[in-house]
């Protein structure tokens, strides 16, 4: 199930002993995990994407990328069957190119036959949101726990700083978060780093 800004915001809360919000209020927690969000971005995280967006046209061989995705695995065709993909289209057969400034797919039209109506299945990925606004904003999948600790030792850095009687204590959560944080950076599964097939969308 997906996690809300909302539900994320309140997580961190209660990491930082601060469930009601009287420490740091909505908006600070939000910069926060922003704050962490570009963190994933500028470490090289990625989201990944089966994106199906794209539908073929007779004799048509240029296809433009949808929106966000920065890059490219696989191509795979559908079959007859709807939601279907078997058919995986050879590298040599597609490249990626600019076409009147546009992002683009195209097809070789002498090694690639193009069948009307199918649906393309894109894999590939794209990066993290870097901006989240709204409450009911949907958290990037595989990147919760990565938000809440990088979030966590910020906020909790923010409070030690404050000085009082749990200074230390926040001292402490800041940089045990951040450690966390670093080592799911560095150690995130392989679905979440750019694979050696991936091909890079231009103009993105």
Known sequence: ????????????????????????????????????????????????????????????????????????????????????????????????????????????SILFTIVATRNLKLVGHARPTVEYTEETDTVDSGLESFLRERATSYGARNLSRHGGQHAQQYAQLAQEAFQTSENMLTNRPEQYQLQLRSRVVPGR
């Open 1 to 108: 199930m997906a996690l809300t800004i909302e539900e994320l915001r309140d997580e961190v809360a209660n990491h930082l002993q601060d469930p009601e919000h009287r420490l740091l209020n909505r908006q600070q927690l939000l910069e926060f995990i922003n704050s962490a969000a570009w963190d994933a971005s500028n470490g090289d995280w990625l989201v990944p994407v089966d994106n199906t967006a794209l539908e073929t046209s007779a004799s048509t061989f240029i296809y433009t990328v949808p929106a966000g995705i920065e890059y490219i695995s696989d191509i795979w065709l559908e079959s007859s069957t709807t939601d279907q993909y078997d058919e995986r289209i050879l590298r040599n057969q597609w490249r990626l190119l600019l076409v009147a400034a546009n992002p683009s797919i195209v097809f070789d």
